[in-house]
């Protein structure tokens, strides 16, 4: 309330709570004049667009902490899945965290790294590019964000029955960290309102845009073809009538993911209600449970990459075996290798040195080993035999970088000049 002007009313608040109040302001009641059904809406809009300012002064000073070890590796994970994340939080900080971990991807140029603009779609048209990144286009190698209740770096000119005015600002924070640039706001977006769907028990006015109809179509589609359904951290209430109708259409199994997740035979408990629409086979509680439920996942994903297709194939196994991290401008490429003591070491490559090269990349990168360490043989580098043989030996395959250890979880196909090879996908480990 602080945040309203002097002699701001709410009245009835307390008898139907909050989103009923919302909900009433919102709506054209048929005994009310229309001016004051203009007023009283008026009123709501107001009151949205505060919300969306306590947001902004909260996303601002969360954005200033480090990024948590289980976001980042939750990330990876969702892009070695290539899984679609269906969300209905406003704030940007999981954006942020992406274009912190900047997934990798295979590209024209070898491989080229992830931004939040590329996987958070559909949404609404962007500003005219300024920076390389910015021409970045959605990428399928990677996953896919749909946020259903907008977004607070989404605006339009507030009740635009279609949408046309819809536009965005590209998030270009990094969670802890400096912006990837600057980012000016020449086409006004700011002077427009946000594009948030309010906590409103009717949310009917504002399913008309064409952006409202493809995110949730799109979100229905995805729901309707998923095998696996993850629930983390939504409660699914009753007067979430939408969403509820949604997540209905499922004919997958369930997991949740929560702080109280309950017992799906209990109709009273988030389990319970999940349980009517389908199979929950995983329950993960407590006030560390997505960290618990990411740690679980990766193991998982670690101790099965032996099966990988990639790297079960018998065909070419001789291929090279290469990591790519994200760089300050880029991506840096490594080789990898056992030392004497059978721990995964890095060597980094130009894989200009590649170009025109009658040698693969391991051999390149033994030549360049320093002398002190010319005890490495040719045969510690790793090729796709000696990774399955690994693997399937020794379990996860854990990876000794300059920064920390990583794990890898999956593995992908790129080409290198005329060389095929294998690319791992690795996350951090504590």
Same mark, same amino acid.
């Given at each position: ?199 409103? *028990?009717?949310?009917? &006015?504002?399913?008309?845009? $064409?952006? +409202?109809?493809? #995110?949730?179509?799109? /979100? !229905? ?62 329950? *993960?509680?407590?006030? &560390?449970?997505?960290?618990? $439920?990411? +740690?679980?996942? #990766?193991?998982?994903? /670690? !101790? ?127």
């Amino acid at each position: 309330m602080e945040r309203l002007p002097t002699g701001f009313e709410m009245s009835g608040i307390e008898t139907g709570g909050f989103e009923d109040w919302l909900t009433l302001r919102l709506s054209e009641l048929p005994f009310l004049e229309g001016h004051v059904n203009k007023m009283r809406r008026a009123e709501a809009e107001r009151v949205i667009a505060e919300i969306a300012g306590i947001l902004d002064d909260h996303v601002a000073e969360a954005s200033t902490a480090q990024c948590p070890l289980w976001l980042q590796q939750l990330i990876l994970l969702w892009h070695s899945e290539r899984a679609i994340i269906i969300t209905f939080n406003y704030d940007t900080l999981l954006e942020q965290a992406i274009n912190l971990v900047r997934p990798v991807i295979n590209g024209s140029s070898l491989a080229t790294t992830v931004y939040a603009d590329q996987v958070v779609f559909p949404a609404p048209p962007g500003p005219p590019a300024e920076y390389m990144i910015d021409t970045a286009s959605h990428n399928a190698q990677s996953f896919q964000i749909l946020k259903l209740h907008g977004s607070l770096n989404w605006y339009w000119a507030a009740g635009d029955p279609t949408g046309s005015t819809l536009v965005r600002l590209r998030e270009k924070r990094v969670l802890g960290s400096a912006p990837l640039t600057i980012d000016y706001d020449f086409a006004g977006a700011k002077t427009l309102d946000r594009y948030v769907i309010p906590p409103v *028990t009717a949310k009917d &006015a504002y399913y008309s845009s $064409y952006l +409202s109809h493809s #995110l949730w179509r799109s /979100a !229905s589609d995805a729901i309707r073809l998923a095998p696996r359904i993850t629930m983390m951290g939504y409660s699914m209430p009753a007067n979430d009538r939408v969403a509820v109708e949604l997540i209905s259409q499922a004919s997958a199994t369930f997991e949740i993911v929560d702080l109280d997740p309950g017992n799906p035979g209990d109709p009273m408990t988030l389990a319970g209600r999940i349980a009517r629409l389908g199979p929950v086979d995983s329950t *993960t509680g407590g006030a &560390a449970a997505i960290a618990d $439920y990411v +740690s679980k996942k #990766l193991n998982a994903a /670690a !101790s099965t990459l032996s099966s990988a297709a990639v790297v079960a194939s018998i065909e070419r196994e001789s291929d090279n075996v290469v990591l790519a991290i994200p760089a300050r401008h880029g991506v840096s490429f490594y080789c990898l290798y056992e030392d004497l003591n059978k721990a995964i070491q890095t060597y980094q490559i130009d894989p200009s040195l590649a170009k025109g090269s009658s040698s693969p990349l391991n051999e390149i990168a033994h030549n360049q080993v320093p002398h002190a360490r010319q005890s490495t043989d040719l045969g510690d580098f790793f090729n796709r035999r000696k990774l399955r043989s690994r693997l399937e030996s020794s379990g996860p395959f854990v990876i000794n970088t300059s920064d920390g250890q990583l794990v890898a979880m999956s593995a992908v196909e790129m080409t290198m000049e005329r060389w095929k090879m294998i690319r791992l996908i690795a996350a951090p480990l504590g």
